[in-house]
């Protein structure tokens, strides 16, 4: 696999320009790349930690959250998806899962190379599934792993998906996937309630450099299918894992799966289960109202290893 070297991390601005601005008689590939593109030398600054942390409700502290670390991976993997012969169109995919797992702490101040990557696309009922994957690096050792689930929706994208997986039906899809049954969802009792304002996706665009226009208004998210703007998935995930307590001088796992959008502005509902003293699951969801159910929005767990 090829390594790109970048002389920095890539500006959100850049890389949405890259997208929209595709030239259109370049035809995309029916294969995810073989390629990695690589920053070294990305500082985790002072002055956004803190901001982060107070964003997502974090205690002062002089470890890096994780959300964090998704924050600087994210715009060099985007730049990644951004090629024109990137086989689905940047601006349609949609973030469904994500797991970091961090071998070690990181402390603010540190200075760490970043490196991403694709892999593993799957068929689905919807299009096809890929993963992006950035590692975190700090003198040649691997100190964090994120990856993040996409999903690409739409026949094309399945039919690519089904062409590199072994085993696929003749349609596309698997047997996995047609079989499978949405289950009503119950609410569980709920531990917190976010009031989330319209700004949220602002206030996280300002920290994090992620301003999507989805998230930013109604009106600039209206033009993307939209009624109402949307919380940014990695905010809402950051938020529940900060109120998960977890001990961040420890090597921890994060998952967290999105099923639905939150709406901005909007109420969020919250429940923690801790299991263990290690780990605590978690389910964001819509309350019940007479007029219509329950929705879940997104649940995960925090686990402290070693």
Known sequence: MSVRELSSVPSFPAI?????????LVPRATSLPERRYRVRGVKVGAEQSARFDHLVGAAASDYVHPGLL????FPVSLSLMAHPRFPF????????????????????GETVDVECSVRNIQPHRRGATFEAVSTLSADGQIVATDVST??????????????????????GSRSEDRAAKREEFQPPKPSARWKLNGDTGRRYAAVSGDANPIHMSALSAKLFGFNRAIAHGMYTASRAFSECLPDLSRPLRWDVEFAAPVM????????????????TEFVGYRAPRKDRPARKNFSGSVETLG
Do not use: C, F, M
């Open 89 to 108: 169109p940047l601006l349609g995919l949609v973030h469904v899962k994500n797991s970091i797992l961090q071998h070690r702490p990181v402390r603010v």
């Open 16 to 24: 949405w320009a890259a997208a929209l601005g595709r030239p259109p």
């Open 150 to 171: 996409y999903l690409a929706r739409g026949e094309t994208a399945r039919k690519i998906a089904a062409l590199q997986e072994e085993g696929a039906s003749a349609d």
């Open 70 to 73: 998704h924050v600087l991976a």
């Open 264 to 279: 901005i502005p909007g109420t969020v509902w919250v429940a923690y289960d801790a299991e263990s003293e290690r780990r």
